[in-house]
C-alpha cells in the first residue's frame, strides 16, 4: 500500500484566495483525520471523519474552514478566505477500528502571504 | 478529557547512551498509548503502541515502551542510542479504538557523536 497520500506537498498563496488541500487514505480504512502542526500550538485535530461521515469538527478554528469526505478514497479541507495564521503543516492520518494507531501523510506545508 | 504530557522540550543524550523520553497521560479509562517520530520535513511515523498485554512494548528500530498504571507513564526507551535517532518524538493517546489520537507537544532528541 502506498500510505496515506496527500496534495499538494507545498502550498503557496497570497491572502484571501482558497486553498484546498486533498487526501488520499489507506484503503479500507474507516477513519479519517485533519491535524494542523505549528511550532506555538503543535498538533491539533481539526476534524475527523468515520466512514465517510463527519464525527467532530470542533476542531476547526473558523468558518472559513471546511471539510468534506465524499467517498471513503477521498478528503479535501478547505480554507476560504485564506489568512497568514493559516500557515502550516496540514496532516491527514486514517486508521482502522482494530487497529488502534493512525498512520499519517507527507502533510501539506501551507504558506499565506 | 484526554491529554498528554512531555515534560521534556529537548533530550540530549551521546551516541551509544541509553535514553529516555518521557511521557505522561490523562485518561477517564484505559488508554490506547502511542508513540510518533517526525523527520525534518517528514510525516509522523509508527513507533509502537499499547493496548493491553505486556507492560513493556517493543517496537520500531530498537525502542521501547514501558507503560506503568501507578505513575500514568508511558516513557520511551531505548538502550543505545544512534545519531540517526534525532528526531521529533511524540506521544499520543486514545480513550479508545475509535477516538482520535491526542499528542503531546513534542520532544526534540539529539543524540550526539
Known amino acids: 500500500d502506498a500510505g496515506v497520500i496527500q496534495s499538494p506537498r507545498h502550498e503557496v498563496t497570497e491572502m484571501g484566495q482558497e486553498v484546498t488541500l486533498r487526501c488520499k487514505p489507506i484503503s479500507g480504512h474507516d477513519y479519517l483525520f485533519w491535524y494542523r502542526q505549528t511550532m506555538m500550538r503543535g498538533l491539533e485535530l481539526l476534524i475527523y471523519?468515520?466512514?465517510?461521515?463527519?464525527?467532530?469538527d470542533s476542531g476547526m478554528p473558523e468558518d472559513r474552514f471546511s471539510a468534506k469526505m465524499p467517498n471513503a478514497s477521498f478528503s479535501t479541507l478547505k480554507i476560504q478566505p485564506s489568512e497568514p495564521r493559516d500557515s502550516a503543516v496540514y496532516f491527514c492520518?486514517?486508521?482502522?477500528?482494530?487497529?488502534?494507531?493512525?498512520?499519517f501523510g507527507q502533510g501539506t506545508r501551507l504558506t499565506v502571504v | 478529557a484526554q491529554s498528554v504530557a512531555q515534560p521534556e522540550d529537548q533530550v540530549n543524550v551521546a551516541e551509544g547512551n541509553p535514553l529516555t523520553v518521557k511521557c505522561t497521560y490523562s485518561?477517564?479509562?484505559?488508554?490506547?498509548l502511542f508513540w510518533y517520530v517526525q523527520y525534518p520535513n517528514r510525516g509522523l511515523q509508527f513507533l509502537l503502541k499499547y493496548i493491553t498485554g505486556d507492560n513493556l512494548v517493543k517496537g520500531s528500530y530498537g525502542f521501547e515502551a514501558e507503560f506503568n498504571k501507578s505513575q500514568t507513564s508511558f516513557h520511551l526507551k531505548k538502550p543505545s542510542a544512534l545519531v540517526s535517532d534525532s528526531a521529533l518524538y511524540f506521544c499520543a493517546v486514545r480513550e479508545t479504538g475509535n477516538t482520535p489520537l491526542v499528542f503531546g507537544k513534542g520532544t526534540r532528541l539529539s543524540v550526539i557523536a
Open positions: 492520518a486514517s486508521s482502522s477500528l482494530g487497529q488502534g494507531e493512525a498512520f
Open positions: 471523519f468515520n466512514n465517510n461521515v463527519p464525527i467532530d
Open positions: 485518561v477517564s479509562g484505559n488508554p490506547y
